[in-house]
């Protein structure tokens, strides 16, 4: 099992290798879209609605980037992706950005090839059980059956929980959500675990929600982020810097309401015009036009209205900012100074 993995990871590392020196941005611009990895579907995060089209959370930053890059937030040929399958399609090329509720460590950065331009989430691992089953605490569930996606962080730090507590659990090896929440509605697991913002996703699906209870243990850390191929940097830094430019949004008052009156003269914070592109030449530095920041927060507007708009406390997934918030706000939210 263990060359089996080390293979994989070497196949992937090697794929990345291959597509590393392509000049990312030309083959968009040719291409007329973007090829973004997502979800193969998590409501506030990403799934198609009732017509087809897709949106939430992590397809905000899907958008923004295409709207940076094309001008046109709806230039985005969406890829399903599993936890398996995601690295593979990143390495080859068949997608340019992954942005799927997906966790930075060091092994996917360094020995997998990829480059994580910044966290859009931070996270981390928890657990949810039919309120029916009587548990308060993950230290309650020794010998209980969990569901658990292959191919992610969630079953290292499951195995890890399980062993530091010397209890012990028998997987149910799920790909995709959409497989855990059947399978764990009908009790073929006790247990689902997976991103805590996952799993108030899944629950708000459910028809009733309130039979089900997320456990206040969380066990790991999850800086889930959107990532591309180590080699291209010139690609990298488009993705790094707008999600930097709905952060920086956010923290300076421009939404999708006010940023084409911001844009359309210089005002009196000069951040606020070299985000905008009023002043100085930031657009040109990224191969992009002076107003690629105005296109990006118009798509879909700041961190904030898309957070708030796809996950937020007023909607069905019912997720506070926690750690989400702005670090003025007393939060972990940061981008780096537009200047």
């Known amino acids: 099992m263990k060359k089996i993995a080390i293979l994989g990871a070497m196949t992937v590392a090697g794929l990345s290798a291959g597509v590393a020196s392509a000049a990312t941005l030309d083959d968009v611009k040719a291409r007329g879209k973007l090829n973004c990895g997502v979800t193969t579907?998590?409501?506030?995060?990403?799934?198609?609605?009732?017509?087809?089209?897709?949106?939430?959370?992590?397809?905000?930053?899907?958008?923004a980037v295409a709207a940076a890059v094309l001008g046109d937030p709806a230039a985005v040929e969406f890829v399903p992706t599993t936890g398996k399958t995601r690295f593979t399609a990143l390495a080859s090329g068949e997608i340019d950005l992954l942005a799927r509720n997906t966790t930075w460590t060091f092994s996917r950065d360094v020995d997998l090839g990829f480059e994580f331009v910044g966290v859009n989430y931070y996270d981390g691992q928890g657990f949810m059980v039919p309120k029916e089953l009587g548990v308060s605490s993950a230290k309650e569930l020794d010998g209980a059956t969990v569901c658990i996606q292959t191919g992610t962080t969630t079953e290292l730090n499951l195995a890890d929980f399980f062993?530091?507590?010397?209890?012990?659990?028998?997987?149910?090896?799920?790909?995709?959500?959409?497989?855990?929440?059947?399978?764990?509605?009908?009790?073929?697991?006790?247990?689902?675990?997976?991103?805590?913002?996952?799993?108030?996703?899944?629950?708000?699906?459910?028809?009733?929600?309130?039979?089900?209870?997320?456990?206040?243990?969380?066990?790991?850390?999850?800086?889930?982020?959107?990532?591309?191929?180590?080699?291209?940097?010139?690609w990298g830094d488009i993705a790094r810097w707008t999600l930097n430019a709905l952060i920086a949004a956010e923290e300076l008052g421009v939404t999708s309401a006010n940023v084409a009156e911001l844009a359309a003269a210089a005002g009196s914070n000069p951040e606020i015009n070299r985000l905008l592109g009023t002043e100085g030449t930031l657009g040109a530095m990224l191969g992009l036009d002076a107003d690629w920041a105005v296109k990006a927060i118009a798509a879909g507007g700041n961190y904030g209205e898309l957070f708030e708009k796809n996950i937020g406390e007023n909607t069905p997934i019912g997720l506070a900012r926690g750690l989400n918030a702005q670090w003025t706000e007393g939060g972990l939210l940061y981008s780096p100074p537009f200047r």
């Not at 659990?169 to 996952?198: H, K, R």
């Open 41 to 63: 579907g998590l409501v506030g995060f990403a799934a198609p609605n009732a017509n087809g089209e897709w949106e939430g959370f992590d397809v905000g930053v899907c958008r």
């Open 163 to 234: 062993r530091a507590n010397n209890i012990s659990y028998e997987p149910v090896p799920i790909e995709t959500n959409a497989e855990a929440q059947p399978l764990y509605l009908e009790g073929a697991c006790d247990v689902y675990t997976t991103d805590a913002s996952g799993l108030a996703a899944t629950r708000a699906a459910f028809e009733n929600p309130g039979d089900h209870v997320v456990l206040p243990e969380i066990i790991s850390k999850e800086p889930l982020g959107p990532l591309v191929r180590h080699g291209d940097n010139q």
